[in-house]
């Protein structure tokens, strides 16, 4: 396999899940260092100031994190970029690994477009299709892939009228979730009409649109997904939450909920479940990775819940542990993850995008 080059690991980003990224990111560069890659760490404030976060690599064996460029940026205001493309060497391969708005949205990947710099993961379509729920749903409506009952609601037109046509169409219990953001954060199960106008108020206060679902009963399945053109899918993993449903606090901290990787499937259902994930994964044009959330119903059905273009790199992330599963070690997943952005850069700069003469 050719050299990786530098990579480099971006982490941080204005997003509620700022502090999974520094989780994330820690572990990517430790193992690229043991792999003795040249590496380079870039740090995203809250407030998208980019920070140069190299001094973070002579002790990144220390804690289970990085330091937030928040905090790094206070301490070393020497540190400061003026952007992202600043020294940045000819062999760079950037590693995005900024979870939820700004980082998995687009956003910096159109940037990284502009740069012209090679980047793991989906592009700027697949990654803002994807981190918004409602448009991912109606793409994989449209495609025939089966997803749960849903209705978008706008902070401008939302009403008590729209509420109660929402719970006649969904019915109870139903979830209320921000269209855009991860970690289940600002979601809410709300079993009486007076939850659900709390949990949508709450919403709000992270996006201007959200989703109200209707509540699927079934296994919460997961399988971990790699690929540009051909696409490889994992054995299916599964949450078993210790709360009423697997929000923030039970993915990170209270440490009680039960992760299976591999859960036990009987061949025809994890056949099945595989197909549906790589059926998702091709309708809404993912490349490089994702992570894909689906119910099994007790009929054997599969229903998709969501495709995460970023998914979390920590030592409780399914999607490593899957890969680990099917005797991938981190290391080689992040070999992987580097050819294929650079086989998606190169496939991409050989088109003919400019002008005929």
Same mark, same amino acid.
């Given at each position: 396999?050719?050299?990786?080059?530098?990579?480099?690991?971006?982490?941080?980003?204005?997003?509620?899940?700022?502090?999974?990224?520094?989780?994330?990111?820690? +572990?990517?560069?430790?193992?690229?260092?043991?792999?003795?890659?040249?590496? !380079?760490?870039?740090? $995203?404030?809250?407030?998208?100031?980019?920070?140069?976060?190299?001094?973070?690599?002579?002790?990144?064996?220390?804690?289970?994190?990085?330091?937030?460029?928040?905090?790094?940026?206070?301490?070393?205001?020497?540190?400061?970029?003026?952007? $992202?493309?600043?020294?940045?060497?000819?062999?760079?391969?950037?590693?995005?690994?900024?979870?939820?708005?700004?980082?998995?949205?687009?956003?910096?990947?159109?940037?990284?477009?502009?740069?012209?710099?090679?980047?793991?993961?989906?592009?700027?379509?697949?990654?803002?299709?994807?981190?918004?729920?409602?448009?991912?749903?109606?793409?994989?409506?449209?495609?025939?892939?089966?997803?749960?009952?849903?209705?978008?609601?706008?902070?401008?037109?939302?009403?008590?009228?729209?509420?109660?046509?929402?719970?006649?169409?969904?019915?109870?219990?139903?979830?209320?979730?921000?269209?855009?953001?991860?970690?289940?954060?600002?979601?809410?199960?709300?079993?009486?009409?007076?939850?659900?106008?709390?949990?949508?108020?709450?919403?709000?206060?992270?996006? %201007?649109?959200?989703?109200?679902?209707?509540?699927?009963?079934?296994?919460?399945?997961?399988?971990?997904?790699?690929?540009?053109?051909?696409?490889?899918?994992?054995?299916?993993?599964?949450?078993?939450?210790?709360?009423?449903?697997?929000?923030?606090?039970?993915?990170?901290?209270?440490?009680?909920?039960?992760?299976?990787?591999?859960? %036990? /499937?009987?061949?025809?259902? $994890?056949?099945?479940?595989? +197909?549906?994930?790589?059926?998702?994964?091709?309708? /809404?044009?993912?490349?490089?990775?994702? +992570?894909?959330?689906?119910?099994?119903?007790?009929?054997?059905?599969?229903?998709?819940?969501?495709?995460?273009?970023?998914?979390?790199?920590?030592?409780?992330?399914?999607?490593?542990?899957?890969?680990?599963?099917?005797?991938?070690?981190?290391?080689?997943?992040?070999?992987?993850?580097?050819?294929?952005?650079?086989? +998606?850069?190169?496939?991409?700069?050989?088109? !003919?995008?400019?002008?005929?003469?």
């Amino acid at each position: 396999m050719p050299e990786p080059g530098t990579l480099v690991v971006i982490y941080g980003g204005p997003s509620a899940e700022h502090e999974i990224s520094c989780i994330s990111a820690r +572990r990517i560069a430790e193992t690229a260092l043991d792999r003795e890659w040249p590496v !380079r760490l870039v740090g $995203l404030t809250h407030a998208k100031q980019w920070v140069d976060a190299q001094s973070e690599l002579v002790d990144i064996d220390m804690g289970d994190a990085l330091e937030s460029p928040d905090e790094l940026l206070a301490k070393q205001p020497y540190a400061e970029l003026s952007g $992202l493309g600043d020294d940045l060497p000819p062999d760079a391969v950037v590693f995005p690994v900024l979870h939820g708005p700004f980082g998995e949205d687009g956003v910096v990947q159109g940037h990284l477009e502009a740069l012209g710099l090679p980047y793991v993961g989906a592009g700027v379509l697949s990654s803002a299709v994807c981190m918004d729920k409602g448009i991912a749903k109606s793409v994989l409506h449209d495609n025939g892939i089966p997803v749960a009952a849903w209705r978008l609601v706008h902070r401008s037109t939302w009403s008590p009228d729209v509420m109660e046509e929402a719970i006649g169409a969904l019915g109870l219990p139903l979830f209320v979730k921000p269209a855009n953001l991860g970690s289940s954060i600002g979601v809410a199960k709300a079993s009486e009409a007076a939850a659900v106008g709390d949990s949508v108020s709450s919403a709000f206060e992270f996006d %201007d649109v959200v989703i109200l679902e209707e509540f699927v009963p079934g296994r919460e399945l997961e399988l971990a997904l790699m690929g540009n053109e051909d696409v490889s899918v994992t054995r299916a993993g599964e949450i078993i939450a210790s709360r009423e449903f697997y929000d923030f606090e039970d993915k990170y901290l209270l440490g009680k909920a039960e992760t299976i990787a591999p859960t %036990d /499937l009987t061949a025809s259902q $994890l056949a099945h479940a595989q +197909r549906v994930a790589a059926a998702a994964y091709r309708a /809404l044009r993912v490349e490089g990775l994702a +992570r894909v959330d689906v119910f099994l119903l007790d009929d054997d059905e599969i229903v998709v819940n969501e495709v995460n273009t970023m998914p979390g790199f920590t030592p409780i992330s399914m999607f490593p542990m899957l890969w680990e599963a099917e005797g991938r070690a981190f290391g080689d997943v992040i070999e992987e993850l580097v050819d294929l952005a650079r086989a +998606r850069h190169q496939r991409r700069g050989a088109l !003919r995008t400019h002008r005929l003469t």
